[in-house]
């Protein structure tokens, strides 16, 4: 789960880590307030949606004047702002942050991240900061630094010291930067947090470190526990039909493709998209209807994957163990025949009642493909979907 900035740098201020002061804006007229409370003689209005490279896009502003704010925040608020992370439609902005001008000597990235592989905490730090960290990484990546935690929680002074010597910090300033580790590792762990990350990291004039930007990402599977965290979702910033999904249970990930697919279980979801490549054609979402759907949760699934005005066909791939056959089958043909489908759909069929199954298929009198492998269920879905959807 993603949040906002503003929301973020709460959450540092919370545990000790230095940001600038700030306030949250609906409307032009409160930005123009808050900077009015603020420190200038310099401004930042900063678009608040969940992706990066928002000044890229255009949505972040320095001003030097409270109407030079006002007008920003006029812009901003309502605009559709478009950066790499968000794909070619943007998103909407509905609020702006507005904080104090900072003294900026040099710039610095700092980020405490899950390593999956690795199976712990890792905490990285470059002196490339306010660069995109992938950018830095596939043309520099001498200049990424990496501790990984022992334990998985814990990292010692030392590593904190190279870390930050690394970036080229003096001794004096390495001194005011092993703290500022400390607690965003310590607010990492209490939070459930994946991802803690400052770009940029800004070094004053003064010497001192302050997260000029933050990123947070939080486990969503423990947010059974945090529901302080929960509270801080943005339903805004969620894809619609992911949301309907998971009100309904369903594992659902929109992608970008126009073959829609059905399956259980997460790996056999993942092969079945590789399939779909393969054949040549692109899969418009993960969808695992898992092992305890039924014929409604099935039906639903149809329909979400129909919401989607991008699919031009479905691929349903099934190996039945715990959900069986025929029950998949009793729901694709109550929603073909309630959600009069009339795009292709192929439909391969492995595991329990899977002779059941067929025979549902068969005497329903629809028209469906019908497969006996992964490979040819992909290729006949290539096939019938090459024509762009009505």
């Known amino acids: 789960m993603n949040i906002h900035e503003y929301q973020a740098k709460k959450l540092l201020k919370e545990y000790g880590v230095p940001t600038p002061d700030g306030f949250v804006a609906a409307t032009a007229a409160e930005a123009r307030a808050a900077a009015r409370n603020l420190p200038g003689p310099v401004w930042v209005v900063k678009a608040q949606i969940h992706a990066g490279g928002r000044g890229k896009g255009g949505g972040v502003k320095v001003c030097k004047s409270l109407d030079e704010v006002e007008r920003a925040a ?8 478009v950066t790499h992370q968000t794909g070619p439609e943007g998103k909407h902005v509905n609020l702006v942050w507005v904080e104090q001008g900072t003294d900026i000597a040099r710039e610095l990235y700092l980020a405490v991240v899950l390593d999956r592989g690795a199976e712990a ?11 995109d960290i992938e950018e830095v990484a596939e043309k520099h990546p001498e200049r990424i630094f990496r501790a990984t935690l022992d334990g998985g929680h814990h990292i010692w002074p030392f590593q904190a010291r190279k870390l930050l010597f690394g970036c ?7 001194g005011r930067g092993v703290p500022f580790i400390t607690r965003l590792l310590e607010l990492c762990v209490a939070k459930d947090a ?4 400052i770009n940029p990291l800004a070094l004053t004039g003064a ?7 933050a990123k947070i990402n939080f486990d969503e599977s423990a947010l059974k526990r945090r529901p302080e965290i929960a509270a801080l979702a943005d339903p805004g910033e969620e894809d619609p039909l992911e949301r309907k999904a998971a009100a309904l249970g369903v594992n659902y990930v929109r992608l970008q493709g126009y073959v829609g697919t059905m399956v259980n279980g997460a790996g056999l979801a993942m092969a079945t998209m590789d399939a779909i490549k393969q054949a040549g054609a692109e899969p418009a979402n993960f969808l695992d209807a898992g092992g305890g759907a039924n014929v409604e949760m099935v039906r639903k699934g149809f329909e979400i994957m129909l919401s989607d005005p991008n699919v031009r066909g479905i691929l349903i791939n099934i190996f039945g163990g715990i959900l069986r056959c025929d029950i998949v089958a009793e729901g694709v043909v109550q929603a073909a025949r309630e959600l009069k489908l009339d795009l292709p759909i192929v439909i391969r069929m492995e595991g329990t009642n899977v002779e059941e199954a067929r025979r549902i298929l068969n005497d329903c009198g629809l028209n469906f493909t019908t497969a006996t492998s992964m490979g040819e269920a992909a290729r006949l879905i290539a096939e019938q979907t090459r024509e762009a959807r009505p």
């Open 74 to 81: 006029g812009k901003i608020i309502g605009m559709r702002l």
């Open 121 to 131: 905490l890792t905490v990285m730090a470059s002196p490339d900061g306010g660069m």
């Open 194 to 197: 994946t991802q803690v990350e």
């Open 207 to 213: 010497g001192d470190l302050i997260a000029l930007d």
């Open 168 to 174: 080229g910090l003096s001794p004096e300033q390495v």
